[in-house]
Protein backbone atom coordinates (compact mmCIF):
# COMPACT_ATOMS: atom_id res chain seq x y z
CA UNK A 1 0.00 0.00 0.00
CA UNK A 2 1.11 3.25 -0.95
CA UNK A 3 0.31 7.07 0.17
CA UNK A 4 0.82 10.14 -1.70
CA UNK A 5 4.16 10.49 -0.43
CA UNK A 6 4.96 6.46 -1.18
CA UNK A 7 5.00 3.03 0.85
CA UNK A 8 3.27 2.78 4.15
CA UNK A 9 4.11 -1.01 4.18
CA UNK A 10 6.07 -3.87 2.65
CA UNK A 11 7.10 -7.18 3.16
CA UNK A 12 10.60 -8.49 4.58
CA UNK A 13 12.67 -10.77 3.22
CA UNK A 14 14.99 -12.47 4.56
CA UNK A 15 18.15 -14.47 3.26
CA UNK A 16 18.75 -17.46 6.02
CA UNK A 17 22.07 -19.06 7.08
CA UNK A 18 23.37 -21.29 4.04
CA UNK A 19 21.20 -20.32 1.53
CA UNK A 20 21.45 -17.84 -1.44
CA UNK A 21 17.97 -17.24 -2.23
CA UNK A 22 15.37 -14.57 -0.21
CA UNK A 23 12.40 -16.23 1.65
CA UNK A 24 9.26 -14.14 3.24
CA UNK A 25 9.97 -13.22 6.98
CA UNK A 26 6.67 -10.82 7.83
CA UNK A 27 4.85 -7.37 6.89
CA UNK A 28 6.04 -4.35 8.05
CA UNK A 29 3.43 -1.14 8.20
CA UNK A 30 4.26 2.30 9.31
CA UNK A 31 1.38 4.99 9.83
CA UNK A 32 0.72 8.11 12.16
CA UNK A 33 -1.17 7.37 15.12
CA UNK A 34 -3.76 9.95 15.78
CA UNK A 35 -1.57 12.81 17.40
CA UNK A 36 0.87 12.03 14.18
CA UNK A 37 3.43 10.02 15.87
CA UNK A 38 4.81 7.28 13.19
CA UNK A 39 4.00 3.62 14.69
CA UNK A 40 5.61 0.89 13.14
CA UNK A 41 4.03 -2.85 13.65
CA UNK A 42 5.83 -5.89 12.67
CA UNK A 43 4.04 -9.56 12.39
CA UNK A 44 6.27 -12.48 11.53
CA UNK A 45 4.48 -14.65 8.77
CA UNK A 46 2.72 -17.83 9.32
CA UNK A 47 4.84 -19.92 6.70
CA UNK A 48 8.07 -18.34 7.81
CA UNK A 49 7.29 -19.29 11.72
CA UNK A 50 6.98 -22.75 10.28
CA UNK A 51 10.28 -23.15 9.06
CA UNK A 52 12.51 -25.26 11.06
CA UNK A 53 15.50 -23.20 9.79
CA UNK A 54 13.57 -19.71 10.46
CA UNK A 55 15.76 -16.86 12.56
CA UNK A 56 14.76 -14.27 14.74
CA UNK A 57 15.70 -10.69 12.82
CA UNK A 58 16.53 -9.23 16.07
CA UNK A 59 16.90 -12.18 18.65
CA UNK A 60 15.72 -9.40 21.67
CA UNK A 61 13.17 -7.03 20.15
CA UNK A 62 11.77 -9.31 16.98
CA UNK A 63 11.80 -12.95 18.28
CA UNK A 64 10.09 -15.45 16.75
CA UNK A 65 6.78 -15.30 17.72
CA UNK A 66 2.91 -15.12 16.39
CA UNK A 67 3.26 -11.42 18.40
CA UNK A 68 2.31 -7.60 16.76
CA UNK A 69 5.55 -6.19 17.55
CA UNK A 70 5.06 -2.07 17.58
CA UNK A 71 7.48 0.58 17.76
CA UNK A 72 7.64 4.24 17.83
CA UNK A 73 11.54 4.64 18.08
CA UNK A 74 13.37 5.89 15.08
CA UNK A 75 10.43 7.34 13.39
CA UNK A 76 8.55 4.17 13.79
CA UNK A 77 11.16 1.80 12.28
CA UNK A 78 12.85 -1.22 14.20
CA UNK A 79 16.25 -1.08 14.39
CA UNK A 80 17.43 -3.82 12.67
CA UNK A 81 15.02 -2.63 10.09
CA UNK A 82 16.64 0.49 9.94
CA UNK A 83 20.28 -1.32 9.77
CA UNK A 84 19.49 -2.47 6.49
CA UNK A 85 18.42 0.69 5.13
CA UNK A 86 20.74 3.07 3.27
CA UNK A 87 23.00 5.59 5.50
CA UNK A 88 23.82 9.33 4.91
CA UNK A 89 25.54 9.08 1.44
CA UNK A 90 22.49 6.30 0.31
CA UNK A 91 19.87 8.14 1.48
CA UNK A 92 21.44 11.71 -0.63
CA UNK A 93 21.07 9.28 -3.85
CA UNK A 94 17.85 8.22 -3.29
CA UNK A 95 16.48 11.13 -2.67
CA UNK A 96 18.19 12.84 -6.30
CA UNK A 97 16.86 9.87 -8.35
CA UNK A 98 13.56 8.31 -6.59
CA UNK A 99 11.58 11.31 -7.90
CA UNK A 100 8.62 11.73 -5.37
CA UNK A 101 7.56 14.77 -3.76
CA UNK A 102 8.27 13.31 -0.46
CA UNK A 103 9.89 10.32 0.81
CA UNK A 104 9.29 8.17 3.84
CA UNK A 105 11.13 5.63 5.69
CA UNK A 106 9.58 2.98 4.17
CA UNK A 107 10.83 4.44 0.41
CA UNK A 108 14.46 4.69 1.69
CA UNK A 109 14.20 0.57 2.22
CA UNK A 110 12.65 0.22 -1.11
CA UNK A 111 14.87 2.27 -3.21
CA UNK A 112 17.64 0.65 -1.36
CA UNK A 113 20.00 -1.60 -3.66
CA UNK A 114 20.04 -5.39 -3.14
CA UNK A 115 23.99 -4.80 -1.65
CA UNK A 116 22.27 -3.11 1.54
CA UNK A 117 24.37 -4.54 4.65
CA UNK A 118 23.01 -7.84 5.92
CA UNK A 119 20.74 -10.39 5.18
CA UNK A 120 17.48 -8.54 4.80
CA UNK A 121 15.51 -7.23 1.75
CA UNK A 122 12.58 -5.45 1.10
CA UNK A 123 9.29 -5.33 -1.42
CA UNK A 124 5.81 -4.83 -1.84
CA UNK A 125 4.99 -8.43 -2.72
CA UNK A 126 4.65 -11.55 -0.74
CA UNK A 127 6.84 -13.27 -2.85
CA UNK A 128 10.54 -11.99 -3.11
CA UNK A 129 10.62 -10.61 -6.28
CA UNK A 130 14.07 -10.45 -8.41
CA UNK A 131 16.18 -7.51 -6.79
CA UNK A 132 15.86 -4.05 -8.56
CA UNK A 133 18.66 -2.26 -9.59
CA UNK A 134 17.51 1.12 -10.95
CA UNK A 135 20.32 3.16 -9.63
CA UNK A 136 23.27 3.10 -6.83
CA UNK A 137 23.85 -0.32 -7.97
CA UNK A 138 27.42 -2.72 -7.11
CA UNK A 139 29.89 -1.98 -9.80
CA UNK A 140 32.59 -3.88 -11.12
CA UNK A 141 35.79 -2.06 -9.90
CA UNK A 142 37.50 -2.35 -13.36
CA UNK A 143 34.57 -0.77 -14.72
CA UNK A 144 34.49 2.11 -12.17
CA UNK A 145 37.70 3.41 -12.70
CA UNK A 146 37.77 3.00 -16.25
CA UNK A 147 34.52 5.48 -16.28
CA UNK A 148 36.51 7.77 -13.35
CA UNK A 149 39.53 7.58 -15.54
CA UNK A 150 37.40 8.87 -18.77
CA UNK A 151 35.83 11.87 -16.67
CA UNK A 152 38.64 12.91 -15.43
CA UNK A 153 40.37 13.11 -18.20
CA UNK A 154 37.12 14.88 -20.02
CA UNK A 155 36.81 11.88 -22.62
CA UNK A 156 33.67 10.61 -23.86
CA UNK A 157 32.02 7.74 -21.52
CA UNK A 158 29.54 5.82 -22.18
CA UNK A 159 25.26 6.16 -21.52
CA UNK A 160 25.10 3.87 -19.16
CA UNK A 161 23.23 3.88 -15.40
CA UNK A 162 26.71 3.61 -13.95
CA UNK A 163 28.27 6.26 -15.35
CA UNK A 164 25.84 8.72 -13.33
CA UNK A 165 26.46 6.65 -10.34
CA UNK A 166 29.95 7.51 -10.79
CA UNK A 167 29.82 11.06 -11.60
CA UNK A 168 28.01 11.09 -8.07
CA UNK A 169 30.96 9.48 -6.40
CA UNK A 170 33.46 11.80 -8.34
CA UNK A 171 30.84 14.37 -6.96
CA UNK A 172 31.02 15.83 -10.56
CA UNK A 173 28.19 18.27 -10.94
CA UNK A 174 26.62 17.01 -7.94
CA UNK A 175 25.21 18.61 -4.41
CA UNK A 176 25.24 16.10 -1.68
CA UNK A 177 26.89 18.16 0.46
CA UNK A 178 29.01 16.54 3.47
CA UNK A 179 27.90 12.93 2.58
CA UNK A 180 31.31 11.00 2.45
CA UNK A 181 30.91 8.91 -1.25
CA UNK A 182 30.47 5.29 -0.93
CA UNK A 183 29.81 2.33 -3.45
CA UNK A 184 29.76 -1.70 -3.16
CA UNK A 185 31.92 -2.67 -6.04
CA UNK A 186 33.35 -6.05 -6.65
CA UNK A 187 35.95 -7.97 -7.80
CA UNK A 188 37.22 -11.51 -8.17
CA UNK A 189 37.60 -11.13 -4.45
CA UNK A 190 34.26 -10.73 -3.25
CA UNK A 191 32.38 -7.08 -2.55
CA UNK A 192 33.76 -3.82 -0.89
CA UNK A 193 32.62 -1.11 0.36
CA UNK A 194 34.25 2.01 -2.00
CA UNK A 195 35.13 4.85 0.39
CA UNK A 196 36.07 8.26 -1.44
CA UNK A 197 38.00 10.95 -0.03
CA UNK A 198 36.17 14.46 -0.58
CA UNK A 199 37.81 17.49 -2.22
CA UNK A 200 37.48 19.18 1.70
CA UNK A 201 39.15 16.85 3.03
CA UNK A 202 42.35 17.92 4.98
CA UNK A 203 44.25 15.21 4.96
CA UNK A 204 44.05 12.13 2.86
CA UNK A 205 41.25 10.44 4.39
CA UNK A 206 41.43 6.88 2.43
CA UNK A 207 45.01 5.98 3.16
CA UNK A 208 44.66 7.20 6.97
CA UNK A 209 41.67 5.15 7.50
CA UNK A 210 43.55 2.09 6.36
CA UNK A 211 46.24 2.75 8.34
CA UNK A 212 44.51 2.71 11.29
CA UNK A 213 43.00 -0.43 10.33
CA UNK A 214 46.38 -1.75 9.85
CA UNK A 215 47.04 -0.60 13.36
CA UNK A 216 44.49 -1.64 15.31
CA UNK A 217 45.32 -5.06 13.95
CA UNK A 218 48.89 -4.83 14.88
CA UNK A 219 47.35 -4.02 18.61
CA UNK A 220 45.53 -7.10 18.82
CA UNK A 221 42.12 -6.11 17.46
CA UNK A 222 40.11 -8.04 14.91
CA UNK A 223 39.47 -5.34 11.66
CA UNK A 224 37.87 -5.62 8.58
CA UNK A 225 40.05 -6.14 5.68
CA UNK A 226 41.03 -3.09 3.62
CA UNK A 227 43.39 -2.00 1.01
CA UNK A 228 43.81 0.90 -1.32
CA UNK A 229 43.29 1.89 -5.08
CA UNK A 230 43.12 4.60 -7.66
CA UNK A 231 40.08 5.62 -9.24
CA UNK A 232 40.72 8.62 -11.47
CA UNK A 233 42.40 11.03 -9.79
CA UNK A 234 42.39 10.24 -5.80
CA UNK A 235 42.57 7.33 -3.66
CA UNK A 236 39.97 5.13 -2.64
CA UNK A 237 39.75 3.16 0.42
CA UNK A 238 38.28 -0.37 0.17
CA UNK A 239 37.19 -2.00 3.15
CA UNK A 240 35.98 -6.24 2.24
CA UNK A 241 32.31 -6.91 3.03
CA UNK A 242 32.08 -8.86 6.52
CA UNK A 243 28.54 -9.90 5.36
CA UNK A 244 29.26 -11.35 2.75
CA UNK A 245 30.54 -14.63 1.42
CA UNK A 246 31.11 -15.62 -1.92
CA UNK A 247 29.75 -19.03 -3.10
CA UNK A 248 29.85 -20.98 -6.42
CA UNK A 249 25.37 -20.52 -5.86
CA UNK A 250 26.21 -16.79 -4.72
CA UNK A 251 26.72 -14.75 -2.01
CA UNK A 252 25.83 -15.67 1.56
CA UNK A 253 24.47 -13.03 3.53
CA UNK A 254 25.57 -12.28 7.39
CA UNK A 255 22.40 -10.98 9.73
CA UNK A 256 23.59 -7.75 11.35
CA UNK A 257 22.44 -5.18 14.12
CA UNK A 258 24.66 -1.94 14.72
CA UNK A 259 25.40 -1.13 18.06
CA UNK A 260 22.63 1.64 18.07
CA UNK A 261 19.98 -1.16 17.86
CA UNK A 262 21.70 -3.27 20.22
CA UNK A 263 21.43 -0.41 22.68
CA UNK A 264 17.75 0.03 21.74
CA UNK A 265 18.45 4.22 21.49
CA UNK A 266 18.49 6.32 18.50
CA UNK A 267 21.61 8.83 16.31
CA UNK A 268 20.41 11.71 17.82
CA UNK A 269 22.23 13.54 20.65
CA UNK A 270 18.98 13.32 22.81
CA UNK A 271 19.69 10.00 23.35
CA UNK A 272 22.93 10.04 24.15
CA UNK A 273 22.41 8.37 27.61
CA UNK A 274 22.47 5.09 26.35
CA UNK A 275 25.19 5.47 24.08
CA UNK A 276 27.72 3.31 26.02
CA UNK A 277 30.68 0.94 25.43
CA UNK A 278 29.93 -0.52 29.25
CA UNK A 279 25.90 -0.50 28.08
CA UNK A 280 27.35 -2.18 24.65
CA UNK A 281 29.18 -5.17 26.33
CA UNK A 282 26.11 -5.77 28.49
CA UNK A 283 23.82 -5.90 25.87
CA UNK A 284 26.46 -7.77 23.78
CA UNK A 285 26.23 -10.55 26.85
CA UNK A 286 22.61 -11.28 25.65
CA UNK A 287 22.68 -11.77 22.43
CA UNK A 288 26.75 -13.36 21.99
CA UNK A 289 27.71 -16.87 21.63
CA UNK A 290 31.45 -15.74 23.22
CA UNK A 291 30.33 -12.54 25.48
CA UNK A 292 33.58 -12.95 27.54
CA UNK A 293 35.73 -13.01 24.17
CA UNK A 294 33.31 -9.77 23.00
CA UNK A 295 33.63 -7.90 26.10
CA UNK A 296 37.20 -7.92 26.31
CA UNK A 297 37.02 -7.27 22.18
CA UNK A 298 35.15 -4.36 22.64
CA UNK A 299 37.74 -3.31 25.55
CA UNK A 300 40.28 -2.75 23.47
CA UNK A 301 38.87 -1.18 20.85
CA UNK A 302 37.61 1.03 23.16
CA UNK A 303 40.79 1.86 24.20
CA UNK A 304 42.55 1.93 20.73
CA UNK A 305 39.78 4.60 20.02
CA UNK A 306 40.86 6.87 22.61
CA UNK A 307 44.59 6.79 21.96
CA UNK A 308 43.88 7.77 18.39
CA UNK A 309 41.54 10.49 18.96
CA UNK A 310 38.72 9.00 17.38
CA UNK A 311 36.06 10.47 18.52
CA UNK A 312 32.99 9.46 16.02
CA UNK A 313 32.73 5.77 17.29
CA UNK A 314 29.44 6.27 17.84
CA UNK A 315 27.02 3.41 18.49
CA UNK A 316 26.42 2.85 14.25
CA UNK A 317 30.61 2.02 14.13
CA UNK A 318 29.71 -1.08 16.13
CA UNK A 319 28.06 -4.08 14.97
CA UNK A 320 26.97 -7.60 16.06
CA UNK A 321 26.98 -10.29 13.28
CA UNK A 322 25.85 -13.69 12.53
CA UNK A 323 26.90 -15.90 9.77
CA UNK A 324 24.61 -19.11 11.45
CA UNK A 325 21.64 -19.01 14.29
CA UNK A 326 25.24 -17.52 16.52
CA UNK A 327 25.93 -13.53 17.15
CA UNK A 328 28.97 -12.22 17.98
CA UNK A 329 30.78 -9.02 17.96
CA UNK A 330 31.58 -7.70 14.21
CA UNK A 331 35.19 -6.73 12.82
CA UNK A 332 35.84 -3.41 13.84
CA UNK A 333 35.30 -0.63 11.03
CA UNK A 334 35.25 3.20 10.91
CA UNK A 335 38.56 3.94 12.71
CA UNK A 336 39.06 7.62 12.20
CA UNK A 337 41.93 10.04 14.05
CA UNK A 338 40.64 13.29 14.98
CA UNK A 339 42.91 16.19 16.11
CA UNK A 340 40.32 18.67 19.10
CA UNK A 341 42.32 21.75 20.52
CA UNK A 342 42.35 20.11 24.00
CA UNK A 343 44.97 18.17 25.44
CA UNK A 344 44.10 17.58 28.37
CA UNK A 345 40.66 16.44 27.84
CA UNK A 346 38.99 14.15 24.64
CA UNK A 347 35.63 12.51 24.76
CA UNK A 348 34.72 9.81 22.70
CA UNK A 349 30.87 9.53 21.42
CA UNK A 350 30.39 6.99 23.72
CA UNK A 351 30.64 6.47 27.95
CA UNK A 352 33.84 4.50 29.06
CA UNK A 353 33.62 5.04 32.50
CA UNK A 354 33.04 6.62 35.56
CA UNK A 355 33.78 10.03 34.23
CA UNK A 356 31.61 9.64 31.15
CA UNK A 357 32.86 9.70 27.76
CA UNK A 358 36.80 11.29 28.98
CA UNK A 359 39.18 9.30 27.14
CA UNK A 360 41.50 8.56 29.96
CA UNK A 361 43.22 5.44 31.21
CA UNK A 362 41.56 6.14 34.37
CA UNK A 363 38.45 6.33 33.43
CA UNK A 364 38.59 3.32 31.31
CA UNK A 365 40.13 1.09 34.21
CA UNK A 366 37.01 1.87 36.19
CA UNK A 367 34.35 -0.23 34.22
CA UNK A 368 36.58 -2.67 33.32
CA UNK A 369 34.59 -5.52 35.60
CA UNK A 370 31.84 -4.76 33.41
CA UNK A 371 34.22 -6.19 30.43
CA UNK A 372 34.99 -9.50 31.74
CA UNK A 373 38.91 -7.77 32.94
CA UNK A 374 40.23 -8.39 36.13
CA UNK A 375 42.13 -4.63 36.64
CA UNK A 376 45.33 -6.01 36.21
CA UNK A 377 44.47 -7.21 32.56
CA UNK A 378 42.78 -4.39 31.79
CA UNK A 379 45.76 -2.51 32.50
CA UNK A 380 48.57 -4.78 30.72
CA UNK A 381 45.85 -3.75 27.90
CA UNK A 382 45.97 0.02 27.80
CA UNK A 383 49.77 -0.39 28.45
CA UNK A 384 50.75 -2.87 25.76
CA UNK A 385 48.47 -0.58 23.11
CA UNK A 386 49.98 2.96 24.49
CA UNK A 387 53.26 1.72 23.31
CA UNK A 388 52.43 0.26 20.11
CA UNK A 389 50.22 2.98 18.91
CA UNK A 390 53.32 5.41 20.31
CA UNK A 391 56.20 3.49 18.56
CA UNK A 392 54.03 2.83 15.26
CA UNK A 393 51.60 4.71 14.72
CA UNK A 394 53.88 6.95 12.29
CA UNK A 395 55.93 3.87 10.51
CA UNK A 396 52.84 2.27 10.29
CA UNK A 397 50.88 5.60 8.47
CA UNK A 398 54.05 5.96 6.15
CA UNK A 399 53.96 2.32 5.07
CA UNK A 400 50.40 2.55 3.89
CA UNK A 401 51.24 5.98 1.59
CA UNK A 402 49.81 8.79 4.07
CA UNK A 403 52.85 11.69 3.58
CA UNK A 404 54.83 13.23 5.94
CA UNK A 405 52.46 16.35 5.71
CA UNK A 406 49.09 14.66 6.53
CA UNK A 407 51.43 12.70 9.44
CA UNK A 408 52.07 16.03 10.62
CA UNK A 409 48.54 16.85 10.11
CA UNK A 410 47.18 14.01 12.54
CA UNK A 411 50.24 13.65 14.90
CA UNK A 412 48.24 15.29 17.63
CA UNK A 413 45.57 12.52 17.75
CA UNK A 414 47.79 10.08 19.18
CA UNK A 415 48.63 9.36 22.71
CA UNK A 416 47.60 12.77 23.66
CA UNK A 417 48.47 13.79 27.19
CA UNK A 418 44.99 13.68 28.74
CA UNK A 419 44.96 10.19 27.89
CA UNK A 420 47.20 9.87 31.00
CA UNK A 421 46.24 12.83 33.18
CA UNK A 422 45.92 12.51 36.92
CA UNK A 423 42.37 11.88 37.23
CA UNK A 424 42.67 14.43 40.18
CA UNK A 425 43.49 17.16 37.79
CA UNK A 426 41.00 16.80 35.09
Known sequence: ??????????????MLPGTTEFVTAGRFVLEPDRDGTPVGRFVYGKSYLSNHDAVPIDPLELKLATTTYQTTALKGVFGALRDAGPDYWGRRVIEKHAGLPQLGEIDYLLYAPDDRA?????GLGPKPPAPQRRFNRTLDLNKLIG???AIIANEDVPDEPETGQVHDLM??????GGARPKAVVEDEDGLWIAKFNRPD???NYARVEHAMLELARACGI?????????????????VKRFDRERTEKGYLRTRMMSGLTILRTEDTHQHRDRWSYVLLAEELRRISARPKEDAAELFRRMVFNALISNTDDHPRNHAAIAHDKDWKLSP????TPSMPVSIERRDLAMTCGDLGRYANATNILSQCARFHLQREEAEAIIDGMEEQVKATWYETARREGV??????IIKSAFAYPGFRLDIQQA
Open 1 to 14: MTSRFGATECFVYI
Open 118 to 122: GALGF
Open 147 to 149: IAD
Open 171 to 176: LVGTSM
Open 201 to 203: DKW
Open 222 to 238: HTAQSRITTVGDRDVLL
Open 332 to 335: AYDL
Open 403 to 408: TDQDCA
